[in-house]
Nanobody, 120 residues
Framework: QVQLVESGGGLVQPGGSLRLSCAASGSIVSIYAMGWYRQAPGKQRELVAVITNGGETKYADSVKGRFTASGDNAKNTVYLQMNSLKPEDTAVYYC??????????????WGQGTQVTVSS
């Protein structure tokens, strides 16, 4: 009934920018918070940013000052603006959220991921 879909990934040169989107679809009543994660090959998935439904954000030290999370509650969509990208930012980026549908069911949902590659 609910689903998260990421988009906006791609290949970019160091110092470039990308804007990721995560759209929630289905019979969603409420989203408490959403997180952006990333996973590089051979490494564990790590939390990059968190945004609450009130717009409060937190960031990993590795991306602080370069990445900005935002959201549009009306569209059930969150964004991750990534600036000054570095090769170490290369990873598959996922969004995750606690979504409540109209039946009152809480879903711990994950998107399918979108590839971000930073390379010269």
């Amino acid at each position: 009934q609910v689903q998260l879909v990421e988009s906006g990934g791609g290949l970019v040169q160091p110092g470039g920018s990308l804007r990721l989107s995560c759209a929630a679809s289905g019979s969603i009543v409420s989203i408490y918070a959403m997180g952006w994660y990333r996973q590089a090959p051979g490494k564990q998935r790590e939390l990059v940013a968190v945004i609450t439904n009130g717009g409060e954000t937190k960031y990993a030290d590795s991306v602080k000052g370069r990445f900005t999370a935002s959201g549009d509650n009306a569209k059930n969509t969150v964004y991750l603006q990534m600036n000054s990208l570095k090769p170490e930012d290369t990873a598959v980026y996922y969004c995750n959220g606690d979504l409540i549908d109209r039946d009152g069911t809480l879903h711990d949902a994950w998107g399918q991921g979108t590839q971000v590659t930073v390379s010269s």
